[in-house]
Antibody
Framework: QVQLQESGPGLVKPSETLSLTCTVS????????WSWIRQPPGKGLEWIGY???????NYNPSLKSRVTISVDTSKNQFSLKLSSVTAADTAVYYC????????????????WGQGTLVTVSS | SYVLTQPPSVSVAPGQTARITCGGN??????VHWYQQKPGQAPVLVVY???DRPSGIPERFSGSNSGNTATLTISRVEAGDEADYYC???????????FGTGTKVTVL
C-alpha cells in the first residue's frame, strides 16, 4: 500500500524559505494528484495546494504568493516551498494523496504522511 | 471561499451515539468526507463521498448529507473513538480543498 513520508528542516528562521519533500513509497506518483496540508499547534487543518504528476498546480489563495509545489517523478517525490515565513507558519505539515472518482469533482485525501513539525523562530 | 462550520465539541457516553454536524451553504450538493485525528497522529479518512467507508473502518461510522448540513454518526461509541473529527469538501469552483473547523469528541 502507498505510504508517504515528509522530510526537511524542523527549524526555519523568519523571512527564510521553508522547504519540505514528500517521498511516496509502495506505489507510483504518476496518475495521481498530491497535496500539502498544514496544522498549526492546537488548531485545525489548512489546505495548502496540490500538484498533478504532470506538474499542474493549484494553491490556496491565502498562500499563493508564497507557495511553490513541484514534483520529481524520477524520485517519486513532490516538494513544498514556502517563502518569507513568519511565526504564523509554524505548523505540522502533512503530505497526502488526493483521491477522486473519474468524471466526478469530488476529491479527498488518503493516505496521509505522518506529518513533520516546522517551527519558525530565530 | 466556501466555509464549513462544525461544533467545537461533542460529548457522548460509551455505547451511545455521537452525531457530528458540518454546516455549509447548500452542502448537500457537494460530496463530504470525514477524517478522524487522534492526538499526535495524522488524520485518517473514515467516510468519503458522504457515506462510503474505506476498508478497515468499522460500520459504526456512517455519514449523511442533505440541505445545508452533513452529519457523521458514530454508533455504539467506544473509548477509542475519542478524537478530533474534520469534515472536508472540494470546492470545484475554485478547485481547492476546504476543511471544517473540527470537532473534539469526548467519551465520558
Amino acid at each position: 500500500q502507498v505510504q508517504l513520508q515528509e522530510s526537511g528542516p524542523g527549524l526555519v528562521k523568519p523571512s527564510e524559505t521553508l522547504s519540505l519533500t514528500c517521498t511516496v513509497s509502495g506505489g507510483s506518483i504518476s496518475s495521481y494528484y498530491w497535496s500539502w496540508i498544514r496544522q498549526p499547534p492546537g488548531k485545525g487543518l489548512e489546505w495548502i495546494g496540490y500538484i498533478y504528476y504532470s506538474g499542474s498546480t493549484n494553491y490556496n489563495p491565502s498562500l499563493k504568493s508564497r507557495v511553490t509545489i513541484s514534483v520529481d517523478t524520477s524520485k517519486n517525490q513532490f516538494s513544498l516551498k514556502l517563502s518569507s515565513v513568519t511565526a504564523a507558519d509554524t505548523a505540522v505539515y502533512y503530505c497526502a494523496r488526493i483521491r477522486t472518482i473519474v468524471g466526478a469533482t469530488s476529491r479527498w485525501f488518503d493516505p496521509w504522511g505522518q506529518g513533520t513539525l516546522v517551527t519558525v523562530s530565530s | 471561499s466556501y466555509v464549513l462550520t462544525q461544533p467545537p465539541s461533542v460529548s457522548v457516553a460509551p455505547g451511545q451515539t455521537a452525531r457530528i454536524t458540518c454546516g455549509g451553504n447548500n452542502i448537500g450538493s457537494k460530496s463530504v468526507h470525514w477524517y478522524q485525528q487522534k492526538p499526535g497522529q495524522a488524520p485518517v479518512l473514515v467516510v468519503y463521498d458522504d457515506s462510503d467507508r474505506p476498508s478497515g473502518i468499522p460500520e459504526r461510522f456512517s455519514g449523511s448529507n442533505s440541505g445545508n448540513t452533513a452529519t457523521l454518526t458514530i454508533s455504539r461509541v467506544e473509548a477509542g473513538d475519542e478524537a478530533d473529527y474534520y469534515c472536508q469538501v472540494w470546492d470545484s469552483s475554485s478547485d481547492q480543498g476546504v476543511f471544517g473547523t473540527g470537532t473534539k469528541v469526548t467519551v465520558l
